[in-house]
């Protein structure tokens, strides 16, 4: 399990490949992301409004204009197959969690701009009476996803819409994606934060993963409900590891089983745990 390739993964990445894009402010621009040289022509040619300099993508306007102008962009990139998997929810441009947006894009724009995003993952899990974890519960994504299809997750995960905390998107997910009440999901415990900056084939996904934990009683039945699971099933954790660190299961479910697993004392494997450290930010607590 020492190879574990979702560590590597999770920071594959060509610097080169792409330039700062920036917001102007009053105070001088900020960079909240990046875009791939390869598309900045057709960036240029599509929203003239858009500086492309070889320093960098600077959108520079009235703050109550950028809102519109990236949105008149994103319909154009979308038009030219550039943004892909459209949700019709809302991320906020931001350089740290909770910081007041300096846009607010359309969430299957925010890889094409490698703008900060947000997730929340949640290790569900059952353990003996000593409270020792010997079962997790796996998803397997929808064939019909955008992203990842049919590949293995974690029982609740997903991305944290504008206007929501990382709990309170788990909360919200943790119906949706297994059918449990808001007061069951509201007992996870956090673990650590992950960051993930990687090329992916939408952009660049640069993330903060949220994990929590999640004890369920043995005979407790999660039911998928939005149609966006294929199947669950309760592994044990010997199996759910296997899994984890081959290549079935989604990066950033791999990382947030890892977390648990290193957490839990359920590996013991300290080039592992060095290999994984440089991924972790703290704790998830913050994001509560």
Known sequence: MSTWPSITLARRHDEARRLPFEIDTPQGPVCVGSVAREDLQVLERRQPTLHVSPQAVRLACPAHERNTRLAEANASLREAGLIRGWRDETYAVVTVLGAEPLALIERAASRFWGTLTFGAHCNAYVADPQGRPTHLWIARRSFNKPTDPG?????????????????????????????????????????????????????????????????????????????????LWLASIDDALALAAGSEMTVDASLVTLDFALRHGLLDDAALARRAAVLWMGSTRGGI
């Open 151 to 231: 590949l293995l997750d974690n029982l609740i995960g997903g991305g944290v819409p504008h206007g929501q905390t990382p709990f309170e998107a788990l909360v919200r997910e943790g119906w949706e994606e297994a059918g449990l009440a808001p007061g069951v999901v509201a007992a996870a415990t956090p673990g650590r934060v992950v960051h993930l900056y990687r090329d992916i084939p939408e952009g660049l996904q640069h993330e903060h993963l949220h994990v929590f934990d999640l004890r369920l009683p043995a005979d407790t039945v999660p039911r998928n409900q939005d149609g966006e699971v294929a199947e």
